[in-house]
């Protein structure tokens, strides 16, 4: 039996897209094993802070905090190249009404949250479950919400509307995509099994994307509620060719959201960011 490593990441579609081959047995490993966990992004940034996991999910806006612990891989990332997490509300709202509005975050540690903050510094951020922040748009507990997963697609069944893509901001004013999240290694496994982990995620990757029916079928179980069509689009939209690598361009944007978080005063110190 060889090496069993603990892999967390988020019970959605794109992540079951991704690490199908890995949960099926589809792609050799090279002796290691790995023990899926499933949790929110939240819990997962929270708990990379006491490096609980071997390999994590992980946000980039988190990445600061936990820099000590974890090293980013350049494969498994989920980067919006003109779109990313929607601010949404039951009526329109300007930039401006954000600045005095509440508003919903998937949790204070997601790189949504830090669009959010750079978008608009002003705005009464309330921490909401994922799951839950259409809803609490929708009862009226804040007047906007920023939306991740397949909030992002199906928001309007809802009968809300889009006040802001954060996404499309982003890259209107850097010209560059918008990482959101990563995949990560806990620094005391080493640099030979960084690699083995990277090489084996990487190659999960390309398996899903060349059986792409058969890793869609088993994402769609992670779907909550999107149909064929709409899930196939949404794995489409966060497991692309930044995915595969993040190459220059990808890296670039990662040190460009560090730069801009730490030059709004939202992080205590810079950062470059460390690939494994």
Same mark, same amino acid.
């Given at each position: 039996?060889?090496?069993?490593?603990?892999?967390?990441?988020? =019970?959605?579609?794109?992540?079951?897209?991704?690490?199908?081959?890995?949960?099926?047995?589809?792609?050799?490993?090279? %002796?290691?094993?790995?023990?899926?966990?499933?949790?929110?992004?939240?819990?997962?940034?929270?708990?990379?802070?006491? /490096?609980?996991? @071997?390999?994590?999910?992980?946000?980039?806006?988190?990445? =600061?905090?936990?820099?000590?612990? #974890?090293? !980013?891989?350049?494969?498994?990332?989920?980067? /919006? @190249?003109?779109?990313?997490?929607?601010?949404?509300?039951?009526?329109?709202?300007?930039?401006? @009404?954000?600045?005095? $509005?509440?508003?919903?975050?998937?949790?204070?540690?997601?790189?949504?949250?830090?669009?959010?903050?750079?978008?608009?510094?002003?705005?009464?951020?309330?921490?909401?479950?994922?799951?839950?922040?259409?809803?609490?748009?929708?009862?009226?507990?804040?007047?906007? /919400?920023?939306?991740?997963?397949? %909030?992002?697609?199906? #928001?309007?069944?809802?009968?809300?509307?889009?006040?802001?893509? !954060?996404?499309?901001?982003?890259?209107?004013?850097?010209?560059?995509?918008? =990482?959101?999240?990563?995949?990560?290694?806990?620094? @005391?496994?080493?640099?030979?099994? $960084?690699?083995?982990?990277?090489?084996?995620?990487?190659?999960?990757?390309?398996?899903?994307? *060349?059986?792409?029916?058969?890793?869609?079928?088993?994402?769609? $179980?992670?779907?909550?509620?999107?149909?064929?069509?709409?899930?196939?689009?949404?794995?489409?939209?966060?497991?692309?060719?930044?995915?595969?690598?993040? /190459?220059?361009?990808?890296?670039?944007?990662?040190?460009?959201?560090?730069?801009?978080?730490?030059?709004?005063? !939202?992080?205590? *110190?810079?950062?470059? =960011?460390?690939?494994?």
């Amino acid at each position: 039996m060889g090496r069993t490593l603990t892999l967390a990441h988020s =019970p959605d579609a794109d992540d079951a897209f991704m690490f199908f081959a890995l949960a099926k047995g589809r792609i050799e490993t090279g %002796g290691l094993e790995f023990r899926h966990e499933l949790l929110d992004i939240e819990t997962l940034n929270r708990r990379a802070e006491d /490096g609980v996991f @071997d390999i994590t999910a992980l946000s980039f806006a988190a990445y =600061p905090a936990v820099r000590r612990r #974890y090293l !980013l891989l350049s494969c498994g990332a989920s980067v /919006g @190249d003109g779109y990313g997490p929607v601010v949404v509300a039951k009526r329109s709202l300007t930039r401006v @009404d954000l600045e005095e $509005a509440r508003v919903a975050v998937p949790g204070m540690k997601t790189t949504a949250c830090l669009a959010m903050r750079l978008f608009a510094p002003g705005a009464d951020l309330r921490e909401v479950p994922f799951d839950q922040i259409l809803s609490a748009v929708e009862a009226g507990n804040v007047e906007a /919400g920023v939306v991740i997963h397949e %909030g992002q697609l199906s #928001y309007a069944d809802r009968h809300l509307q889009r006040v802001a893509d !954060l996404g499309e901001w982003w890259k209107l004013g850097t010209g560059l995509p918008l =990482p959101l999240g990563a995949n990560a290694v806990r620094r @005391d496994l080493g640099p030979e099994t $960084a690699r083995a982990v990277s090489d084996v995620l990487r190659r999960s990757i390309g398996y899903a994307l *060349e059986h792409r029916e058969e890793a869609l079928e088993h994402a769609r $179980a992670f779907a909550r509620g999107l149909d064929r069509e709409r899930a196939d689009r949404f794995v489409g939209m966060y497991v692309n060719s930044f995915t595969v690598d993040l /190459g220059r361009e990808g890296k670039e944007a990662v040190a460009a959201l560090l730069r801009f978080g730490h030059d709004a005063g !939202l992080f205590p *110190e810079s950062v470059t =960011p460390e690939f494994a």
